[in-house]
């Protein structure tokens, strides 16, 4: 029976048509510059040659899309994501929604990401491994959504930024379900979360701004606590996000040997100076700010999280600034739906105002963004041996960067999404 069953896999695998996407142009992100005219051949879900069209030989078994008008590009990922959930709840919401209701809720903004071109996401937190449960069923193919990594529950310190229990009453003696204080317990968290399905492992390093009775200015995390995540999580193949506005919190953040800092707003000189040395990316989430500040009067937020995001944005986009002039590796990530799923491109626009050149903006989503979530040897590029991941825009990228907020065209491992 298994040799059947086999048997039935293997010629329904042979019995799947290649896939050639003809791209009128096609964005080389290593060269950094279109190519004319090009025959992008997918089987089994990747890339097995990238030649000039009328080298192309066309076969019988073949399924052409024609893309002659559009301009083709590896498939985006976003570094920082939360799927689960809707956003613009107030703190303790979280306590009023059933998990199984924020997993189908997850499955929608799924769908929403994948339809704006990010064939890949790091999810960044989510309540009851709700994050875990949707990328089985995406990668099952039960519901359609994007590749995935995700970390579970965000661990921070007892009253922390994902302590989702702080705006509750003392009588109701509720904590954060991972929430840890000294080394041994940030250990303790870390196992936890790989347990139950983590790819990746997220810590609150210093206040946030949509937490309650947290500050963004003032660190949480010892050092030795984070060394303590950081060394369990690396000596278990997990990479680190670490959640840091405050400038200690971002330096210690690095020094502990994170892989990944997000937002950095509040950054100062000596924490750039860090990232040069040590490599750490930056995930800027800046194109919220933009979002906020101008829906801040209307935003159902309550009041102390408003002032809390005006604080950070007030001097956040220049800190992003000056750490792209610097040279800080910068990977792609939003940070939705603090502002909407499906607007996350609008992150390259942000970018680019900031003083990278298209480009540089694009690579941030690609090669960038594949190095720092490790998947590079399958994600980044239109090359042999990743995956049939693709997006087509109208129009040229390296000339107005705004056209990614608007793709016509999504693939995803050689099955088309959208056209």
Known sequence: ???????????????????????????????????DDRAI???????????PFAEWKPESSTKL????????????IDSHVHIIGSGGGTPGSQLLTSTARNALGGARNARILLESGFTMVRVLGSS?????????AIEAGDVPGPRMLVAGYAICITGGHCDGTNALPSEMHMEGPATADGPVGMERRVREQIKFGADVIKITATGGVMSARTDPRFPHMTIEEIQAVVKTAHGMGKKVASHAHAAEGVRRSIEAGV????????????????????????????????????????SPMPEFNKRKMKMVCDVGVENIRKAIKAGVKIAFGTDTPVFPHGLNAREFGSYVTLG????????????????????????GAIEV????????????????????EDVKFVMKGGQVIKQ
């Open 41 to 51: 051949v997918i089987e089994n879900g990747e890339v097995s040659a990238v030649m």
């Open 128 to 136: 009851g491994y709700a994050d875990v449960a949707l990328r089985d």
């Open 65 to 76: 899309i024609d893309l002659r008008s559009k301009t083709v590009l590896p498939g985006l």
């Open 385 to 404: 041996g990743k995956y049939g991941d693709l997006i087509a825009v109208d129009g040229n990228p390296l000339e107005n960067i705004r056209l990614l």
């Open 259 to 298: 892989d990944s800092i997000e937002h950095g707003h509040m950054m100062d000189d000596a924490a750039i100076a860090l990232f040069l040395q040590k490599g750490t990316y930056l995930v800027p989430t800046v194109a919220l700010c933009a979002y906020n500040m101008e829906n801040l009067a209307k």
């Open 356 to 379: 990278m050149s298209p480009i540089q903006a694009i690579r941030t989503a690609t090669l960038n963004a594949s190095d720092l979530l490790g998947v590079s040897d399958k994600m």
């Open 1 to 35: 029976m298994r040799f059947l069953l086999v048997l039935v896999f293997v010629l329904a695998a042979e019995a799947q048509p290649r896939v050639v996407v003809r791209a009128g142009k096609m964005l080389d992100v290593r060269a950094g510059r279109l190519l």
